[in-house]
């Protein structure tokens, strides 16, 4: 339990981290949209939780934190409503859909990896 709350708040630190330094390499000219999930994703990497529910959470916060972060940088003209973003998600540029999907792939497989095989060892022969 200790260690799925201390996955929990580093994904929280990561997710905000990701955030603001997204925000800090577009104001360089970069487009880093894999940058909230990826770090999210670093952050819950930190405790060594065994939970397969914590990573596919994280993978699912991930993604929708980057998709977040994309409507906070550039909501729609027309109406820049949270949930019109997420009904044209579909006309979002193939490249920022690869990122976000790279974020929530790490976001995912950063804590999964922790995922311990509980099966025993095969004797030697």
Not at 84 to 96: G, K
Not at 104 to 117: I, S, T
């Amino acid at each position: 339990m200790k260690q799925n709350l201390l996955s929990i708040a580093g994904a929280a630190v990561g997710g905000v981290l990701g955030y603001f330094a997204f925000f800090w390499v577009y104001s360089c000219g970069f487009y880093g949209m894999v940058l909230p999930g990826g770090l999210l994703g670093i952050g819950a990497g930190m405790g060594k939780s065994r939970s397969v529910w914590l990573a596919a959470g994280c993978g699912i916060a991930a993604l929708m934190l980057g998709l977040f972060t994309e409507w906070r940088r550039a909501p729609w003209d027309s109406d820049a409503s949270f949930t019109h973003f997420l009904v044209r998600i579909p006309h979002l540029n193939p490249i920022t859909l690869l990122m976000i999907a790279a974020g929530a792939g790490l976001g995912f497989w950063v804590p999964y990896r922790r995922v311990e095989d509980r099966r025993p060892a095969p004797p030697k022969p």
